[in-house]
């Protein structure tokens, strides 16, 4: 099938904390681009499935679940797929907490960071989201944050040093920060951008834009 459009870019990675707007964003892009051949895959939802399925966690509590619910052996195969399909594939869009950094050094992919400015904002979209109260929700985004960050950055140092800090993207003396800013092509703050503005965004960014034909 032909594309609909020009692409600079062969694949999206988006990532973005709880309550950012990463999961709609997908979910936008997915329907956008859908007649051109793109697919979307989520890795929370993926992830949430599988730690259901092994009795990981209660699947019937409407927070998300932790990435230490499951094992670092099957964490990383997962991403290690993700970072294989950006590497060799076309039309891609992935959304995960990882899927910006599992795509650093990959110039075929557009880089995603959302953000929300607003704690009270990200907050109110968990307790709507997932029906919890707002100590509820303050808690698992503080805890959960915490608690993967921890894991990934014991389970990805190597990597960091690798694809962060050799190419001089950030120095040594940075912590790792999986989302920081200069990991990322485009960053938006749904805060303030509506979620039409910030697909027009993202999709802008990948468009390939053609020379005014002459006459």
């Given at each position: 099938?032909?594309?609909?459009r020009?692409?600079k870019?062969?694949?999206?990675?988006?990532?973005?904390?709880?309550?950012?707007?990463?999961?709609?964003?997908?979910r936008?892009?997915?329907?956008e681009?859908?007649l051109?051949?793109?697919?979307?895959?989520?890795?929370?939802e993926?992830?949430?499935?599988?730690?259901?399925?092994?009795?990981?966690?209660?699947?019937?509590?409407?927070?998300?679940?932790?990435?230490?619910?499951?094992?670092?052996?099957?964490d990383?195969?997962?991403?290690?797929?993700v970072?294989?399909?950006?590497?060799?594939?076309?039309?891609?869009?992935?959304?995960?907490?990882?899927?910006?950094f599992?795509?650093?050094?990959?110039?075929?992919?557009?880089?995603?960071?959302?953000?929300?400015?607003?704690?009270?904002?990200?907050?109110?979209?968990?307790?709507?989201?997932?029906?919890?109260?707002?100590?509820?929700?303050?808690?698992?985004?503080?805890?959960?944050?915490?608690?993967?960050l921890?894991?990934?950055?014991?389970?990805?140092?190597?990597?960091?040093?690798?694809?962060?800090?050799?190419?001089?993207?950030?120095?040594?003396?940075?912590?790792?920060?999986?989302?920081?800013?200069?990991?990322?092509?485009?960053?938006?703050?749904?805060?303030?951008t509506?979620?039409?503005?910030?697909?027009?965004?993202?999709?802008?960014?990948?468009?390939?834009?053609?020379?005014?034909?002459k006459?």
């Amino acid at each position: 099938m032909p594309n609909i459009r020009d692409y600079k870019y062969a694949n999206i990675a988006i990532s973005g904390l709880p309550g950012s707007g990463s999961t709609t964003l997908l979910r936008l892009l997915k329907e956008e681009l859908d007649l051109d051949g793109w697919r979307g895959y989520s890795g929370g939802e993926f992830m949430r499935a599988y730690a259901a399925e092994k009795g990981l966690f209660d699947a019937s509590k409407k927070l998300h679940h932790f990435a230490t619910d499951y094992e670092d052996d099957f964490d990383r195969q997962i991403d290690m797929g993700v970072r294989e399909k950006l590497q060799t594939q076309k039309k891609w869009i992935f959304e995960a907490w990882l899927a910006g950094f599992l795509a650093q050094g990959l110039d075929n992919t557009l880089k995603v960071l959302v953000i929300c400015s607003d704690d009270a904002v990200r907050v109110d979209r968990i307790v709507n989201r997932d029906e919890v109260n707002v100590e509820e929700a303050k808690h698992h985004i503080k805890q959960r944050y915490a608690d993967n960050l921890a894991k990934w950055a014991r389970m990805y140092a190597k990597e960091w040093q690798e694809w962060v800090v050799e190419p001089g993207i950030l120095s040594e003396h940075n912590p790792i920060d999986f989302w920081n800013p200069k990991l990322y092509d485009v960053v938006i703050d749904t805060y303030s951008t509506n979620q039409s503005k910030t697909l027009s965004i993202v999709l802008d960014a990948i468009t390939q834009k053609k020379p005014a034909a002459k006459i």
